[in-house]
């Protein structure tokens, strides 16, 4: 099936098997950002933008992004380091597997939430999964970086 698609704002046009997923699609172009980590939906490593809504690229087709715009953190460079600053300043940065696809969501509701109080954050993060922090760090980087950022 033959694709356009536009990631971060560059455009691609190939002809792909029906079944690809976004994730190998991405990944093949290069953006290295979006990671594999469980293939269940449950880790939230391949998280993407589709149209500037999170979603995990590891649960949609290729061709469901014909048409659209991707944004993956390598296109949200700036944002992603004034937050990554917040991150390392709470100690919360630890292997930074899991980093880009928690830094897209954060960046998503920040977009989508006004005034997110914690339980809202806890909410909208969920599905991101961090082997090696207890959350408390990343919870303490994302107030400070709502707070600063309004």
Not at 42 to 69: I, M, Y
Request: include cysteine.
């Amino acid at each position: 099936m033959k694709i356009r698609v536009w990631i971060n704002e560059k455009l691609y046009e190939d002809e792909v098997a029906a079944d690809l997923m976004l994730i190998d699609y991405i990944r093949s172009k290069g953006y290295y950002s979006v990671k594999r980590g469980c293939e269940t939906t449950n880790c939230g490593l391949c998280t993407v933008w589709l149209e500037g809504v999170p979603v995990l690229s590891c649960a949609v087709l290729a061709v469901r992004a014909h048409g659209k715009k991707v944004t993956t953190l390598e296109g949200l460079e700036e944002e992603a380091r004034v937050f990554g600053d917040f991150l390392a300043k709470e100690g919360a940065e630890q292997c930074g597997f899991c980093s880009p696809g928690f830094i897209m969501n954060v960046l998503a509701m920040k977009r989508e939430l006004k005034n997110p109080g914690e339980q809202d954050i806890k909410a909208y993060l969920a599905g991101n999964l961090c082997r090696c922090t207890g959350y408390m760090g990343q919870l303490r980087a994302i107030q400070a970086y709502l707070q600063e950022e309004a």
